[in-house]
Every structure is written in C-alpha cells, then in structure tokens.
Nanobody
Framework: HVQLVESGGGLVQPGGSLRLSCAAS????????IGWFRQAPGKEREGISC????????YYTESVKGRFTISRDYAKNLAYLQMTSLKPEDTAVYYC?????????WGQGTQVTVSS
C-alpha cells in the first residue's frame, strides 16, 4: 500500500520550533522531489518548500525563508521540515508531497497551531 504520512505537528507558542516528518511506505522517496505545502483556514493551499531528488537543491517561499529548513534522509525514507521562530500566521495544516515527473503522492496532513 503506497502512502505518505506526516507527523510532528502540534500546538506551539510563538517563537517555538517543530519538526515535521514525512514518511513513505510502499515506495522509496529517493527519486522523488519532495514538497511541503500548507493550508490555513479559509485560504488556498500554498507551496512553501521543496527539495529536489537529484542535487538536493531547495526552495523556500519568502514567508518561511530563514526560518524553515527542508531535508531528506534517504536511508530512512523520510523527509523533514524543521520549523523555527514560528509565528501565529504559520498556523495551518501541513502536507508533504512526493513528485516524480507528475506522478505524485500526498499525505493526509498534520495540524500546526502557533498560539500563546
């Protein structure tokens, strides 16, 4: 059974940190580009970061640049999104996506809430 599962979300205070994980089962991530997306209530889903499968190059949307770090662990078949200096506006459901030239898989999402 092919699936992606995100974990690591939760409630955190402003300025705090979380690390999200994206675990693949039924396939290996090594050939896939990995993307992290988020969707806040009443807003469209937005892409916030991605990492290539070839050279490990990364991309971050401006609002998370310098605060979030995407990475992948080929041996563990995992991808991560390290989030620091979290802000209330980072509150959203976070999704990971594995993409291989248009063949893509999505996780079910994990909730991140930044609030005092």
């Amino acid at each position: 059974h092919v699936q992606l599962v995100e974990s690591g979300g939760g409630l955190v205070q402003p300025g705090g940190s979380l690390r999200l994980s994206c675990a693949a089962s039924g396939f290996t991530l090594d050939r896939y580009a990995i993307g992290w997306f988020r969707q806040a209530p009443g807003k469209e889903r937005e892409g916030i970061s991605c990492i290539s499968s070839s050279d490990g190059s990364t991309y971050y949307t401006e609002s998370v640049k310098g605060r979030f770090t995407i990475s992948r662990d080929y041996a563990k078949n995992l991808a991560y999104l390290q989030m620091t200096s979290l802000k209330p506006e980072d509150t959203a459901v976070y999704y990971c996506k594995a993409d291989l030239f248009g063949l893509d898989y999505w996780g079910q999402g994990t909730q991140v809430t930044v609030s005092s």
